[in-house]
């Protein structure tokens, strides 16, 4: 990993830690941002974790861009140490894949698509090397997701899926981005998962829809009436595969303020997840699903 | 104690100085496109310069007061009427209740501000009275407004008086070619060194498709690539990268054919390249830029960014002075 370090505009420092996708790259991101927090250094106003890359907005009234850059650079050698554990959560997302609003939608652009012919999940299960739909619902649904972003639009997640990188789901964005895309949709480009927080544009192949809201402004669904972001960097996600009554039930709950979604507290140890990806992972939906 | 909107105009929204604080969840900090325009009107007639206000794009609203008021236009040349009789921009005026504001058409720039004495009363969201349309949130019900609306007034006011002007030489200035000074870097090393020059050199348009979230542009030869094999996670055209962070004003170009600014809505990510970044002194300008506009970009460092942003602040204390 080489970082590399520049302004944006005189108020922003951008710091790229690497130029590929890791975990790595977005642990070092993760930490190096929560160094940044913790140090409360004078004149920061914004401070923004992404995939393998983060940036900090500042006030240069208050401080200059060179002090700003050399107090991140400061920072950096303490945060590399800490960089492999995290106290998280591990959330379970209902997903209904090959939903019928989001299969109207992926028509109804078919010719952005790279194959106008099928769908978008047949698609993405052919060029992973899927021999069927249901094969590439399993490993979507299988392995649990790094929440590695927040952004795009208000409270969306990128997500990067936490197996070997020979197993990363890749698939290309569409060829001219929609113009809609329905709201909860869990869609995928490139290596990065997501969950659309509001109907809108979109490039990422449509696979689903999730009953769970993830973004609510008026604050009303019951578990987002302390904050109306659901996700934070840093989070891990499990999809799980629901039926069209197991999603309409979940949205009458919803509605009847009665969902909780279900969330654990976990501990992750990057050492621990490369030593082995599979057992990191059967522990974390232990955690999930237990007591 | 109210607004009642009878027209709404092209795109009409309640704006504030913005929200920051929430761009790491993909909440950007929206308030005035031309924040010094905003603050000016709010002066004029007596609120705080963080006041809300209204932000009418290219055609003003029509507005009936329930009560009697000081109101002040300023940024786009976009001439006010009281019942019909056109009021001087960039000056306090008085609205009776019952009476009618209206706009003639837009002379110059793109976006007026309408401040109100007493200020828009919107419930403050996340520290801000702003509207971010594409989250819902904020102002008028988290949308522009629309006709049959009652927007509420608020009384911080410290009693503005009708007949006071900001002095011509601290407005908003509109040129033949408008300039944006911009700092390179970010991605900057993804371009040819050819790219890197026609990009300063060649002058773009403002594209209609310009909005709170990005001004496009188009006209400019299209930028040409430095070759190489795309990093995992990047996407496969040239000017993808691994989703980043977007700084606000950052200018990024997909494809390499035309570029986008990003402006007070701005996505706070995604996975284009960015160039650089237009200096945040420069930021109201391109609120105020019209589509078809003819721009250039022009290359600054960091010295020049900071002295300019030491400009505005004391273009601001001016217009501050001039009407105390």
Redesign the interface.
Same mark, same amino acid.
């Given at each position: 990993m080489g970082t590399r370090y520049?302004?944006?505009?005189?108020?922003?420092v951008?710091v790229?830690v690497?130029?590929?996708?890791?975990l790595d790259a977005f642990f070092t991101s993760l930490s190096m941002?929560n160094a940044v927090r913790e140090s409360r250094i004078k004149g920061v106003?914004? %401070?923004? *974790?992404?995939? +393998?890359?983060?940036?900090i907005?500042f006030d240069?009234?208050l401080i200059?861009?060179s002090d700003m850059l050399a107090e991140i650079k400061r920072l950096e050698s303490a945060a590399a140490k800490s960089a492999g554990t995290l106290s998280t959560r591990i959330i379970e997302i209902p997903v209904y894949y090959n939903d019928p609003w989001t299969h109207q939608t992926l028509m109804r652009f078919r010719e952005r698509h790279q194959d106008p012919t099928g769908t978008d999940l047949e698609y993405a299960a052919r060029v992973n090397g899927y021999a069927s739909v249901p094969e590439f619902i399993e490993a979507h649904s299988g392995a649990p997701w790094f929440v590695s972003?927040?952004?795009?639009? +208000?409270?969306?997640p990128?997500m990067y899926q936490m197996v070997e990188?020979a197993k990363q789901i890749e698939v290309?964005?569409y060829l001219r981005p929609r113009t809609d895309t329905p709201k909860l949709t869990v869609g995928h480009?490139?290596?990065?998962g997501c969950i659309y927080?509001?109907r809108?544009a979109g490039g990422y192949q449509l696979f689903g829809v999730t009953p769970m809201p993830i973004?609510d402004?008026k604050q009303e669904v019951s578990y987002l009436k302390d904050f109306? %972001?659901l996700f934070?960097?840093g989070d891990i996600v499990k999809f799980k595969p629901v039926d069209r009554d197991a999603h309409d039930a979940t949205v009458e709950l919803v509605n009847a303020g009665r969902f909780e979604p279900t969330m654990r507290p976990v501990a992750f140890s990057l050492d621990e997840f490369h030593a082995s990806p599979a057992q990191t992972n059967k522990k974390l939906l232990e955690a999930l699903h237990g007591a | 104690m109210a607004l009642e909107i009878l027209k709404p105009g092209l795109s009409t929204t309640v704006q504030d100085l913005g929200r *920051?604080?929430y761009?790491?969840?993909? %909440?950007p900090e929206s308030g005035a496109m031309d924040k010094a325009s905003l603050a000016a009107a709010n002066l004029l007639v007596g609120n705080p310069e963080g006041a809300a206000g209204l932000e009418a794009v290219f055609q003003g609203p029509e507005v009936r007061f329930d009560q009697d008021a000081v109101v002040a236009v300023c940024g786009a040349q976009m001439p006010p009427k009281v019942d019909g009789v056109e009021q001087p921009g960039w000056t306090s005026f008085a609205v009776k209740a019952g009476q009618i504001l209206s706009f003639g058409f837009l002379k110059s720039g793109a976006r007026a501000y309408i401040a109100v004495s007493g200020g828009i009363d919107v419930p403050v969201?996340l520290g801000s009275r702003s509207t971010?349309p594409?989250? +819902?949130?904020g102002g008028f019900e988290?949308r522009a407004l629309k006709a049959g609306d009652r927007v509420k007034l608020g009384t911080e006011s410290r009693g503005g008086k009708p007949g006071r002007s900001v002095p011509e030489n601290l407005r908003v200035e509109m040129k033949g070619t408008s300039e944006l000074r911009a700092?390179p870097?970010?991605y900057?090393h993804r371009l040819t060194d050819e790219a890197g020059k026609t990009f300063f050199d060649d002058v773009w348009k403002v594209a209609p498709e310009a909005d709170r979230i990005g001004y496009r542009f188009r006209g400019g030869r299209a930028l040409s690539f430095v070759p190489r094999k795309q990093?995992?996670?990047?996407?496969?055209d040239p000017s993808?990268?691994?989703?980043?962070?977007y700084?606000?004003?950052?200018i990024q170009v997909p494809g390499g054919t035309e570029p986008i600014v990003l402006h007070r809505d701005a996505?706070?990510?995604?996975?284009y390249f960015?160039l650089g970044?237009? %200096?945040?002194a420069d930021m109201d300008l391109i609120g105020q830029l019209q589509p078809h506009q003819p721009t250039r970009f022009v290359r600054v460092d960091?010295e020049t +960014?900071?002295k300019a942003?030491a400009e505005r602040?004391a273009k601001a204390q001016r217009v501050r002075e001039s009407l105390s």
């Open positions: 520049s302004f944006g505009g005189e108020d922003h951008f790229e690497d130029e590929e996708m890791s941002t106003t914004e %401070i923004c *974790p992404a995939n +393998a890359s983060y940036q907005r240069p009234d200059s861009p972003m927040v952004g795009f639009v +208000a409270g969306l990128f990188r290309p964005k480009g490139g290596c990065f927080s509001v809108g973004y402004p109306m %972001i934070k960097p | *920051p604080g761009y790491h969840l993909g %909440i969201v971010y594409l989250g +819902a949130l988290g700092l870097g970010l900057w990093p995992f996670g990047a996407g496969s993808n990268i691994v989703d980043s962070c700084p606000y004003g950052s996505v706070s990510g995604g996975g960015m970044t237009v %200096i945040s960091m +960014a900071l942003r602040k």
